[in-house]
């Protein structure tokens, strides 16, 4: 059965600091078999860091990223990624772009800012043990 968070694990889940929710995400990521992010008619959303770096932000459930659909993202709709495509397509689309993924944005924080690289990798080693 697919699952979905209750509000209670949403409020839980983002009231951690952004490391243990980059770990969550590679769990839950790996367990579903899908990233989700945020989509509208232009295009997927995106966000810049401090440095002026391209971000792509991804969270484990579409209800986490409904949350963040406000502000300059009210207009965006979740969408979610089958995760043969985010390894295959985004992963060396963003590594050739210079994007980073931000992981699990919040409300209250942009979420943990990583080089594509390092999610495939981690990714990858956490599907490892499902096989």
């Given at each position: 059965?697919?699952?979905?968070p ?38 997927w ?19 986490y990223?409904?949350v ?28 050739q ?10 409300a ?5 800012a ?10 990858r ?5 499902y096989?």
């Open positions: 059965m697919p699952w979905t209750s509000e209670r694990e949403i409020a839980g889940v983002s009231s951690l600091e952004a490391p243990e929710r980059y770990k969550h995400w590679i769990k839950k990521v790996a367990d579903e078999g899908e990233v989700w992010s945020l989509w509208h008619e232009g295009g959303a995106l966000a810049l860091d401090s440095e002026g770096n391209e971000l792509v932000p991804v969270w484990p459930h579409g209800r990223a409904e963040c659909a406000k502000a300059e993202w009210h207009d965006y709709q979740p969408r979610s990624i089958p995760i043969d495509v985010w390894l295959g397509r985004w992963i060396p689309g963003m590594t772009d210079k994007r980073l993924v931000a992981v699990f944005p919040t209250l924080d942009r979420g943990m990583v080089d594509p690289r390092r999610v495939e990798q981690d990714l080693e956490e599907m490892s043990g096989e």
